[in-house]
């Protein structure tokens, strides 16, 4: 298998070919996911929630995010990672947002994703790029938001509000972006974005229309018994299985089934018989 690289994702949309893209957090699912040949794996801050179980992608810092990055790298042979940039690392400063980002690419990221389509958003994406970073954008709902806009819901809904998060996009286009994350919008705006931009987008929660889509690893393998977003469907009952597995090994080793004879080794009886005799 060969190294993506942000034109083969690029490619996918002028191939009219509809692609999946996941999200990792350490070594062994990032191997799966490159040994399934996906393009392209997001290193999100949905670890904030799914790796150190903050309650939203407010609290992570850098480090945490690196700790990640560093695993899932070391998996990801051919696929493209994109590292999300976490709250506070990109909004203070376009001096801070080439520091995070460059730290990222240091540390084996491919290009990196930050949420927002305002000029802020818009100017950052342009340093980053003139510094020879690739840039994913994301908007719509973006979770690192969720204190300004009350919580988790699906934009873009009023006249004024999809006009506004076109404009959005195709000033990231403008800007330099190679993809474009569409996040919580209804399933004809993405459409229509998608059909008005050259760059691929990556739908999630905003229906089949878009070029790819993204899904959180937990979410489509059903990690978490008592949450799944509207949004994701459960591929696997991750969560049934591993409760079985693990109910499975502490009762075998409560009636001494586990370990067998195959997971151990003997001494020598003669050496056994000296060892007891002298000790
Ligand atoms: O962090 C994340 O999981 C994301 C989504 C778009 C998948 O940003």
Redesign the pocket.
Known sequence: MKKYYIKDIQQFKQKKIKFATI?AYDYLSAKIINDLDFPLI?V???ASMVIYGYDD?TPISMDEMLLVLRAVVRGAKTSLVVA?MPFLSYQPSIEETIKSAGTFIKNGANAV?LEGGGGGACERVRALVDSGIPVVG?IGLMPQSINASSGYSIQGKTERQASKIICEARNLEKSGIFSL?L?GLPENLAELITKQLNVPTIG?GSGKKCDGQ?Q?FHDVLGFDSSFLPKHAKKYLNGYDAIFQGLEKYKEDVKKMVFPGKEHSVNLNKKILKKVSENN
């Open positions: 999200t997001l999100g801050d949905s992608t999300d994703k994301h994350v996040e999630i993204i959180v």
